[in-house]
């Protein structure tokens, strides 16, 4: 009677360490958790990217874009932008074999390719109604000697700086052999991506 029993108990003892190791082998708590993310970007884990939703993410462009230029090197690209802008070829869009805008078919699509050049949508729309003409579903350009108040980039101009992005700068014309004696008015802005746009772009008779 005695091998009997011990066989039943040694059965006994086998079954409950089998239970035991197969309980503590299904606790999760013993299973190795995988990394968590904080969002702080240290250890071995990458960051998250932040959400659209996110306030206080900071967008590309927050930052001043003039923050490492000094005032001289802003007037020198300002002065570059004017002189490309106001000049006819800034607004001249290219065109094709049978003297069309391309990829305009209104003066709508024309304003929209100049405000992208660096117009505002005012000066965009009033440059495309000056200068270009709606013709059987496509656009042509208007031949003319463009617009008064060219900005001359070797020539001595104002600049006063209205904040910290906007500036306003004036330039005397003398005589340049196409339109009376003016001074030209131009407003530029920096834009957050370093870019400058012309918000203001006018002219006054010279002795005014």
Partial sequence: MRKPMTLVATLAVSALLFAGCSQQTADPQQQPKPPQNNGGGTGDTAPQPPTENNDSTEQPGEQAPTADKTDDEIQTEIKGKLARLTDPSGYTLPVDATGHVENATS??????????????????????HSFYKENAGAVEIIATDGRPGIFQAEQDATFTKKNKYVWHVEQQHTDNGLWEPHTAIYEIEVLRDGSYRLNLWDTRPLDS
């Fill in 107 to 128: 003066l709508d699509d024309v304003a929209e390719l100049l405000r992208k050049k660096g117009y505002t949508h005012d000066l965009a729309v009033l440059l495309a």
